[in-house]
């Protein structure tokens, strides 16, 4: 490409993929929007964007593509910023971690979501965030889910897969409710209860003492409770339906293991040990995207 | 030292034992005992051991120390085997993740316990497991926690104290009680929430869906839940009215959770992955050893 790439919150994710497109020589010129001004400055000085706007309603019009890399939560409130300068020969995506309640805010703001808006999810991210963090290989060998609508088009479709493509990743396409529904499973819920568990240990009156003889596998286990408290408000929101569901049922798990506890049931809690153990092992050979 | 070390059950904590002894030339001979030939084999073949015995009943009398490094299920099971063979000349220890269990099988096999045996557990170890994955490092500015008893005599608590520092270890001192319900919280709930949570992803329908877009996050979420299940068997059972209990608030909390979703009390739930945030910052920046 030779076009213009507008990049709408520089952090992990929008600066790493303005660092990887910058590297492979897509575009001409990348430009940022964030409201923090001090990240603008400081992905300028690295050379991750050209140049940068505090304010979404100052930008020009002629860009090729438009990624919405903000918190979810932002994304109705950009949608109507946007709305009277939404050029039809801009391709516009997003990277938020639920789909539904993108797709929902685009409806509300434009009554049906506009054929030349791809929604979109990049798996992957680190428990740390802001421009700081961004890196020009996030994305290599990577998982990218697109969400189109009936009525997304099929050029800015393949625009979008190509860029992502181009910068490493591996594309997927699936319905949004159902993108929703794994990512409860497999990202939402373990942050939840990463959050719950450290949340609940650190209220306790020996918390002091618990940290202290804390050790590698705890260090680990609650990696992903160190990432942005902000961004998660709005992705447990976002997809709060499917959350709640599984947070009962894995309230349910956890009375099934205390029952087995309780009632000294030693084989039926190896099993589900050794269960688990197997799920992962298969988990981790195929870790590497196939 | 110049005398002689038993290591009952050469997997990775006693493996690790025995190769940071050897490596600080702290005995003249290493003697292992393990069930499984094959283990025994590879351990006096990669020079772990001197040599070894399958029976803990064939086993001469002349050690300096002996540790017991098995499932903390064992422990019974071995102290009844050691009774008629008991050296009031020798130091016992063990490195059992759980103390109480520990204690009480030892009450229950001699009446009290011994005032040559030294209750101690190791803060160190992975999710893998066998004496292939022994190192001499493995304890290294790592802590141990020693939990004497009133009867424990000063000798055999400043013998053990000493091997453990020898090879690198920080050691404190706490009761048995006490420390369970310390790792209940920092280790025992931990692990049982990983087990846990992969067992109910693992069992749902679209779990191949769920594996494939699992990422970073849940890989470091879920390592300890490739953890020997035999071995955490051993010490979920040998802790469970603590575990129990912590497992029960550990459910009110994500009710807590799920009312602030379903509530859209968007203000405390960002306070609560806040604090969570915090509260790991906290352990990170004292997680070495200080």
């Not at 949608?79 to 300068?85: A, H, I, N, V």
């Not at 493509?165 to 939840?192: C, K, N, R």
């Not at 099934?256 to 084989?267: A, F, G, K, P, Q």
């Amino acid at each position: 490409m030779s076009g213009r790439l507008c990049i709408i919150g520089v952090g992990l994710i929008g600066g790493s993929v303005a660092l990887a497109a910058r590297q492979k020589g897509l575009f001409s010129e990348i430009i940022g929007v964030d409201q923090n001004s001090e990240n603008l400055r400081e992905a300028e000085q690295r050379g991750v964007i050209n140049g940068g706007f505090e304010d979404v309603t100052d930008l020009p019009g002629n860009f090729d593509v438009v990624m919405l890399a903000t918190p979810v939560g932002d994304m109705q409130r950009l949608f109507e910023l946007l709305k009277p300068r939404w050029f039809s020969s801009t391709v516009y995506t997003d990277v938020g971690s639920t789909k539904e309640s993108v797709v929902e805010a685009a409806n509300h703001v434009f009554g049906s979501v506009p054929s030349n808006f791809v929604a979109g999810h990049p798996i992957a991210g680190s428990e740390k965030s802001g421009i700081g963090a961004a890196r020009a290989d996030l994305y290599q060998a990577k998982r990218v889910i697109l969400t189109p609508c009936a009525k997304t088009g099929a050029g800015p479709l393949q625009d979008v897969r190509d860029l992502w493509e181009q910068i490493g990743a591996v594309v997927s396409v699936m319905e949004a409710h159902h993108h929703d529904q794994i990512f409860a499973a497999t990202s939402h819920l373990p942050h939840i209860v990463a959050f719950a568990l450290v949340d609940m240990l650190g209220r306790k009156d020996e918390q002091d003492e618990i940290l202290k003889y804390a050790a590698g596998g705890f260090r680990d286990f609650t990696r992903i409770a160190s990432s942005n408290p902000r961004m998660w408000l709005d992705i447990c929101m976002g997809n709060r339906k499917e959350l709640m569901c599984l947070i009962e049922g894995f309230k349910n798990e956890l009375s099934r293991i205390n029952e087995m506890l309780e009632n000294n049931e030693r084989d039926k809690l190896l099993d589900s040990f050794q269960f688990a153990r197997d799920t992962r092992q298969r988990f981790l050979e195929r870790f590497d995207v196939d």
